[in-house]
C-alpha cells in the first residue's frame, strides 16, 4: 500500500506525541494505540483559535495594547476624532477602518484567551 499523501505540514496539525509513552498518536485520539493510556482530549478548533489569538497579541506592542484597552472605553465617533490621519473630519478614512478592524481584532483575541485560559 502507497504511504499517505497527507503532506508534512498537515500531519503536523492531525498528530501530537503521547505524554506517556512519546509515539506519535493522531490528535483527536483519546486512547494511546502504543500504551493504551487514556489521554487527555484535545480539541483542535479550541487549539487553534487559542494559537491565533496568542499570535495575534504577540504581534502587538505595549503601546498598541494599552491603545486598545483605551479604545474599547471610547465610542466609534470619538476613536475617529484620535486618528491622526483625519482627525475625525473625514467620512471613511482608511486608516479609521484599519484601526476599527484591528480593534475588533483585539477584542475577539481577549475574548478567546479569557475563555480558554486557566480552564
Ligand atoms: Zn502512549
Ligand atoms: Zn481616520
Same mark, same amino acid.
Given at each position: 500500500?502507497?504511504?499517505? @499523501?497527507? !503532506?508534512?505540514?498537515?500531519?503536523?496539525?492531525?498528530?501530537?506525541?503521547?505524554?506517556?509513552?512519546?509515539?506519535?498518536?493522531?490528535?483527536?485520539? @483519546?486512547?494511546?494505540?502504543?500504551?493504551?493510556?487514556?489521554?487527555?482530549?484535545? !480539541?483542535?478548533?479550541?487549539?487553534? @483559535?487559542?494559537?491565533?489569538?496568542?499570535?495575534?497579541?504577540?504581534?502587538?506592542?505595549?503601546?498598541?495594547?494599552?491603545?486598545?484597552?483605551?479604545?474599547?472605553?471610547?465610542?466609534? &465617533?470619538?476613536?475617529?476624532?484620535?486618528?491622526?490621519?483625519?482627525?475625525?473630519?473625514?467620512?471613511?478614512?482608511?486608516?479609521?477602518?484599519?484601526?476599527?478592524?484591528?480593534?475588533?481584532?483585539?477584542?475577539?483575541?481577549?475574548?478567546?484567551?479569557? &475563555?480558554? @485560559?486557566?480552564?
Amino acid at each position: 500500500m502507497l504511504a499517505s @499523501t497527507v !503532506n508534512y505540514e498537515q500531519q503536523e496539525e492531525l498528530t501530537r506525541k503521547c505524554p506517556y509513552c512519546a509515539e506519535i498518536i493522531k490528535k483527536e485520539a @483519546t486512547i494511546c494505540r502504543y500504551c493504551k493510556k487514556d489521554l487527555p482530549p484535545i !480539541n483542535v478548533d479550541r487549539e487553534k @483559535t487559542l494559537k491565533e489569538a496568542n499570535t495575534f497579541m504577540a504581534s502587538l506592542s505595549d503601546s498598541d495594547k494599552e491603545k486598545f484597552e483605551k479604545y474599547i472605553q471610547m465610542t466609534q &465617533a470619538e476613536r475617529r476624532k484620535d486618528c491622526f490621519a483625519c482627525r475625525g473630519e473625514g467620512a471613511s478614512c482608511a486608516m479609521c477602518e484599519a484601526t476599527e478592524a484591528k480593534l475588533s481584532s483585539y477584542i475577539e483575541a481577549k475574548n478567546v484567551l479569557t &475563555a480558554y @485560559t486557566d480552564k
